[in-house]
Protein backbone atom coordinates (compact mmCIF):
# COMPACT_ATOMS: atom_id res chain seq x y z
CA UNK A 1 0.00 0.00 0.00
CA UNK A 2 1.65 3.46 -0.88
CA UNK A 3 2.02 5.98 1.34
CA UNK A 4 1.87 9.86 0.18
CA UNK A 5 2.89 12.94 2.35
CA UNK A 6 0.66 16.07 0.89
CA UNK A 7 1.93 19.27 2.52
CA UNK A 8 -0.03 22.42 1.89
CA UNK A 9 -1.09 25.54 3.96
CA UNK A 10 -1.10 27.19 6.97
CA UNK A 11 -4.11 29.65 5.56
CA UNK A 12 -7.82 28.38 5.17
CA UNK A 13 -8.55 29.75 2.13
CA UNK A 14 -5.06 28.34 0.35
CA UNK A 15 -5.23 24.80 2.13
CA UNK A 16 -9.41 24.57 1.12
CA UNK A 17 -8.11 25.34 -2.99
CA UNK A 18 -5.36 22.38 -2.95
CA UNK A 19 -7.95 20.41 -1.54
CA UNK A 20 -8.52 19.57 -5.20
CA UNK A 21 -5.50 18.18 -6.01
CA UNK A 22 -5.83 16.23 -3.15
CA UNK A 23 -9.30 14.80 -4.23
CA UNK A 24 -6.86 14.03 -7.26
CA UNK A 25 -3.99 12.23 -5.56
CA UNK A 26 -6.83 9.70 -4.00
CA UNK A 27 -8.74 9.35 -7.34
CA UNK A 28 -5.07 8.34 -8.67
CA UNK A 29 -4.07 5.94 -5.57
CA UNK A 30 -7.27 5.21 -4.42
CA UNK A 31 -5.34 2.54 -1.55
CA UNK A 32 -3.25 4.87 -0.59
CA UNK A 33 -2.44 6.06 3.21
CA UNK A 34 -2.24 9.96 3.02
CA UNK A 35 -0.40 11.91 5.25
CA UNK A 36 -1.82 15.32 5.24
CA UNK A 37 0.82 18.31 6.88
CA UNK A 38 -0.62 21.90 7.28
CA UNK A 39 -1.14 24.26 9.55
CA UNK A 40 -3.45 24.46 12.80
CA UNK A 41 -6.37 25.92 11.53
CA UNK A 42 -6.76 24.15 8.63
CA UNK A 43 -6.00 20.50 10.59
CA UNK A 44 -9.85 20.03 11.35
CA UNK A 45 -10.67 20.29 7.76
CA UNK A 46 -8.52 17.51 6.59
CA UNK A 47 -9.32 15.55 9.26
CA UNK A 48 -12.88 14.26 7.63
CA UNK A 49 -11.37 13.02 4.57
CA UNK A 50 -11.78 8.96 4.68
CA UNK A 51 -8.47 8.82 2.53
CA UNK A 52 -6.89 10.87 4.99
CA UNK A 53 -4.52 8.21 7.73
CA UNK A 54 -2.92 11.21 9.54
CA UNK A 55 -2.79 15.26 10.05
CA UNK A 56 0.30 16.49 10.43
CA UNK A 57 0.31 20.15 12.31
CA UNK A 58 2.98 22.38 10.85
CA UNK A 59 3.14 25.48 13.53
CA UNK A 60 5.34 28.01 12.00
CA UNK A 61 8.75 28.46 14.00
CA UNK A 62 11.53 31.19 13.92
CA UNK A 63 14.20 30.45 11.66
CA UNK A 64 12.34 28.23 9.64
CA UNK A 65 12.78 25.52 12.44
CA UNK A 66 9.69 23.89 11.38
CA UNK A 67 10.60 22.61 8.49
CA UNK A 68 13.35 20.37 10.59
CA UNK A 69 11.17 19.24 12.88
CA UNK A 70 8.75 17.93 9.75
CA UNK A 71 11.64 16.47 8.23
CA UNK A 72 12.86 14.37 11.65
CA UNK A 73 9.11 13.57 11.90
CA UNK A 74 8.89 11.94 8.17
CA UNK A 75 12.54 11.10 7.42
CA UNK A 76 12.35 7.56 8.69
CA UNK A 77 9.33 6.40 6.47
CA UNK A 78 9.57 5.86 2.81
CA UNK A 79 7.04 7.78 0.92
CA UNK A 80 5.86 6.88 -2.76
CA UNK A 81 4.94 10.34 -3.42
CA UNK A 82 5.47 13.47 -1.83
CA UNK A 83 3.72 16.03 -3.00
CA UNK A 84 4.91 20.06 -1.49
CA UNK A 85 2.55 22.37 -2.46
CA UNK A 86 4.25 25.11 -0.37
CA UNK A 87 7.94 24.88 -2.45
CA UNK A 88 9.45 23.74 0.94
CA UNK A 89 12.08 21.65 -0.67
CA UNK A 90 11.51 19.42 2.01
CA UNK A 91 10.88 16.64 0.02
CA UNK A 92 14.81 16.65 -1.43
CA UNK A 93 15.73 15.35 1.92
CA UNK A 94 13.33 12.54 2.47
CA UNK A 95 13.44 8.88 0.65
CA UNK A 96 10.61 8.84 -1.58
CA UNK A 97 10.02 7.68 -4.85
CA UNK A 98 8.27 10.50 -6.77
CA UNK A 99 8.30 14.16 -6.08
CA UNK A 100 5.84 16.97 -7.05
CA UNK A 101 6.73 20.53 -6.01
CA UNK A 102 5.20 23.36 -6.87
CA UNK A 103 7.48 26.91 -6.84
CA UNK A 104 6.83 28.67 -3.68
CA UNK A 105 5.45 31.99 -3.05
CA UNK A 106 2.71 34.35 -4.57
CA UNK A 107 2.53 35.41 -8.05
CA UNK A 108 -0.21 36.85 -10.32
CA UNK A 109 -2.73 34.88 -11.84
CA UNK A 110 -5.40 32.13 -10.22
CA UNK A 111 -3.95 30.39 -7.37
CA UNK A 112 -6.35 27.55 -8.25
CA UNK A 113 -4.84 26.82 -11.41
CA UNK A 114 -0.61 27.52 -10.09
CA UNK A 115 -2.19 23.99 -7.79
CA UNK A 116 -3.82 22.25 -10.25
CA UNK A 117 -0.64 22.92 -12.76
CA UNK A 118 1.00 20.13 -10.22
CA UNK A 119 -0.78 17.46 -12.66
CA UNK A 120 -0.64 19.72 -15.89
CA UNK A 121 -2.98 16.68 -17.43
CA UNK A 122 -5.55 17.78 -15.73
CA UNK A 123 -8.01 20.37 -16.16
CA UNK A 124 -8.68 23.07 -12.99
CA UNK A 125 -9.16 20.66 -9.98
CA UNK A 126 -11.75 22.04 -8.30
CA UNK A 127 -11.91 21.60 -4.16
CA UNK A 128 -13.81 19.59 -2.60
CA UNK A 129 -15.26 19.21 1.75
CA UNK A 130 -15.70 16.10 4.19
CA UNK A 131 -17.75 15.76 6.80
CA UNK A 132 -18.03 12.93 9.48
CA UNK A 133 -21.69 10.98 9.71
CA UNK A 134 -21.94 12.32 12.91
CA UNK A 135 -21.23 15.98 11.59
CA UNK A 136 -24.02 15.60 9.25
CA UNK A 137 -26.29 14.31 11.70
CA UNK A 138 -25.74 17.19 14.16
CA UNK A 139 -25.66 19.54 11.35
CA UNK A 140 -29.44 18.37 10.35
CA UNK A 141 -30.44 18.66 13.63
CA UNK A 142 -29.56 22.26 14.05
CA UNK A 143 -30.30 23.40 10.82
CA UNK A 144 -33.40 21.55 9.74
CA UNK A 145 -35.39 20.44 6.72
CA UNK A 146 -38.12 22.95 5.60
CA UNK A 147 -36.39 26.14 5.66
CA UNK A 148 -33.98 28.13 3.38
CA UNK A 149 -30.94 29.33 5.25
CA UNK A 150 -28.68 32.49 4.22
CA UNK A 151 -25.06 31.92 5.16
CA UNK A 152 -23.53 35.15 6.37
CA UNK A 153 -19.83 35.62 6.69
CA UNK A 154 -19.01 39.10 8.15
CA UNK A 155 -15.58 38.44 9.28
CA UNK A 156 -12.07 38.56 7.31
CA UNK A 157 -8.23 37.90 8.54
CA UNK A 158 -8.15 41.54 7.97
CA UNK A 159 -10.32 44.53 8.02
CA UNK A 160 -9.59 46.36 4.37
CA UNK A 161 -11.62 43.25 3.18
CA UNK A 162 -14.60 43.61 5.18
CA UNK A 163 -17.43 44.83 3.64
CA UNK A 164 -19.62 46.94 6.31
CA UNK A 165 -21.64 45.39 8.66
CA UNK A 166 -25.03 47.52 8.12
CA UNK A 167 -25.04 46.08 4.81
CA UNK A 168 -24.66 42.75 5.49
CA UNK A 169 -27.71 43.91 7.70
CA UNK A 170 -29.67 45.00 4.95
CA UNK A 171 -28.85 42.39 2.76
CA UNK A 172 -30.22 39.81 4.70
CA UNK A 173 -33.45 42.21 5.59
CA UNK A 174 -33.79 42.44 1.50
CA UNK A 175 -33.46 38.17 1.28
CA UNK A 176 -35.94 37.70 4.69
CA UNK A 177 -38.81 37.98 1.63
CA UNK A 178 -37.73 35.17 -0.50
CA UNK A 179 -37.88 32.99 3.16
CA UNK A 180 -34.13 32.90 3.72
CA UNK A 181 -32.94 33.01 7.71
CA UNK A 182 -29.61 34.33 8.46
CA UNK A 183 -27.10 32.22 10.05
CA UNK A 184 -24.01 33.75 11.08
CA UNK A 185 -20.97 32.78 10.34
CA UNK A 186 -17.02 33.52 11.53
CA UNK A 187 -13.64 31.68 12.94
CA UNK A 188 -12.65 31.16 16.06
CA UNK A 189 -11.52 33.56 18.72
CA UNK A 190 -12.41 37.05 20.64
CA UNK A 191 -11.12 39.25 17.62
CA UNK A 192 -13.34 37.08 14.58
CA UNK A 193 -16.27 37.22 17.32
CA UNK A 194 -16.10 41.12 17.74
CA UNK A 195 -15.93 41.53 14.25
CA UNK A 196 -19.78 39.51 13.81
CA UNK A 197 -20.93 41.43 16.60
CA UNK A 198 -22.72 44.14 15.15
CA UNK A 199 -24.05 41.96 12.48
CA UNK A 200 -25.57 39.57 14.93
CA UNK A 201 -26.67 42.59 17.60
CA UNK A 202 -29.00 43.34 14.39
CA UNK A 203 -30.47 40.89 13.05
CA UNK A 204 -31.60 38.77 16.31
CA UNK A 205 -33.46 35.65 14.62
CA UNK A 206 -29.92 35.07 13.19
CA UNK A 207 -28.58 31.59 14.43
CA UNK A 208 -24.77 32.43 15.33
CA UNK A 209 -22.56 29.39 13.77
CA UNK A 210 -19.30 30.79 13.94
CA UNK A 211 -16.64 29.90 16.88
CA UNK A 212 -14.30 27.28 17.20
CA UNK A 213 -16.25 24.54 15.89
CA UNK A 214 -14.45 21.69 13.75
CA UNK A 215 -14.14 22.41 9.95
CA UNK A 216 -16.03 19.29 8.98
CA UNK A 217 -19.12 20.21 11.10
CA UNK A 218 -18.80 24.08 9.26
CA UNK A 219 -18.81 22.58 5.91
CA UNK A 220 -21.88 20.50 7.45
CA UNK A 221 -24.05 23.70 8.45
CA UNK A 222 -23.00 24.92 5.38
CA UNK A 223 -24.18 22.11 2.81
CA UNK A 224 -27.70 22.78 4.39
CA UNK A 225 -27.63 26.62 3.37
CA UNK A 226 -29.41 28.00 0.25
CA UNK A 227 -27.25 30.70 -0.35
CA UNK A 228 -23.36 32.50 0.95
CA UNK A 229 -22.16 35.41 0.96
CA UNK A 230 -19.23 36.38 2.52
CA UNK A 231 -15.95 38.60 2.00
CA UNK A 232 -13.10 37.23 0.49
CA UNK A 233 -12.30 34.46 3.45
CA UNK A 234 -11.41 30.60 4.17
CA UNK A 235 -14.95 30.46 5.09
CA UNK A 236 -15.69 31.77 1.31
CA UNK A 237 -13.95 29.05 -0.47
CA UNK A 238 -14.88 26.64 2.10
CA UNK A 239 -18.63 27.33 1.19
CA UNK A 240 -17.63 26.97 -2.61
CA UNK A 241 -16.29 23.62 -1.97
CA UNK A 242 -19.48 22.21 -0.16
CA UNK A 243 -21.30 22.91 -4.06
CA UNK A 244 -23.52 25.64 -2.41
CA UNK A 245 -24.17 28.70 -4.11
CA UNK A 246 -21.63 30.87 -3.25
CA UNK A 247 -21.57 34.95 -3.35
CA UNK A 248 -17.70 36.01 -2.86
CA UNK A 249 -17.48 40.07 -2.01
CA UNK A 250 -14.00 41.29 -3.29
CA UNK A 251 -12.53 45.03 -2.25
CA UNK A 252 -8.62 45.36 -2.29
CA UNK A 253 -8.05 41.20 -2.29
CA UNK A 254 -7.10 40.01 -6.00
CA UNK A 255 -10.55 38.48 -7.62
CA UNK A 256 -8.19 37.01 -10.40
CA UNK A 257 -6.31 35.48 -7.76
CA UNK A 258 -8.93 34.24 -5.34
CA UNK A 259 -12.03 34.12 -6.44
CA UNK A 260 -14.19 31.36 -5.29
CA UNK A 261 -13.95 28.26 -7.52
CA UNK A 262 -16.86 26.54 -8.46
CA UNK A 263 -20.04 25.45 -10.61
CA UNK A 264 -22.15 27.34 -8.61
CA UNK A 265 -19.92 29.93 -7.28
CA UNK A 266 -19.82 33.98 -7.86
CA UNK A 267 -17.88 37.18 -7.35
CA UNK A 268 -19.14 40.66 -6.99
CA UNK A 269 -16.03 43.10 -7.21
CA UNK A 270 -15.89 47.08 -5.57
CA UNK A 271 -15.32 49.38 -8.46
CA UNK A 272 -11.41 50.28 -8.53
CA UNK A 273 -8.22 48.97 -9.60
CA UNK A 274 -7.69 45.80 -8.72
CA UNK A 275 -5.94 45.23 -5.35
CA UNK A 276 -6.63 49.06 -4.27
CA UNK A 277 -10.51 48.93 -4.87
CA UNK A 278 -11.55 50.22 -0.86
CA UNK A 279 -14.56 47.69 -0.25
CA UNK A 280 -16.71 50.27 1.23
CA UNK A 281 -17.66 51.17 -3.12
CA UNK A 282 -19.30 47.86 -3.12
CA UNK A 283 -23.18 48.75 -2.97
CA UNK A 284 -25.90 47.16 -1.06
CA UNK A 285 -28.18 47.26 -4.21
CA UNK A 286 -25.02 45.75 -6.61
CA UNK A 287 -24.57 42.50 -3.79
CA UNK A 288 -28.46 42.52 -3.38
CA UNK A 289 -28.97 42.04 -6.57
CA UNK A 290 -26.43 39.72 -7.56
CA UNK A 291 -27.66 37.60 -4.51
CA UNK A 292 -31.01 37.62 -6.00
CA UNK A 293 -29.47 36.45 -9.61
CA UNK A 294 -27.88 33.57 -8.02
CA UNK A 295 -30.76 32.31 -6.33
CA UNK A 296 -32.66 32.43 -9.44
CA UNK A 297 -29.97 30.71 -11.15
CA UNK A 298 -30.67 27.80 -8.24
CA UNK A 299 -34.55 27.67 -9.83
Known amino acids: MKR ?17 VLNEVIARQPRARI ?35 LWRRCVLRWWDIVID ?5 ISFFLPCGTRRIMRG ?31 MRLAEAILPKGKRYLALAPT ?18 ALDAQGLQPVVFYGPGA ?20 GDHP ?9 RCTLFVGNDSGLM ?13 FGPSRVSEYAPCGSRARSVVAPGPEGEAPIAGLSTAQVIASACALLRDEG
Not at 55 to 68: G, N, S, T, Y
Not at 116 to 134: K, Q
Open 85 to 89: LRGSG
Open 105 to 135: GRRPGARIGQLSSVFPDTPILRPASWSRPGQ
Open 191 to 210: SEHARARAVLDALPDALDLG
Open 156 to 173: ANWDGKIWPADRFVALAE
Open 215 to 223: LGLVAAFLR
Open 237 to 249: HLAAATGIATLGL
Open 4 to 20: ILFITSNRLGDAVISSG
Open 35 to 69: TVVCGPVAASYFEPCPAVERVIVLEKRRFDLHWAD
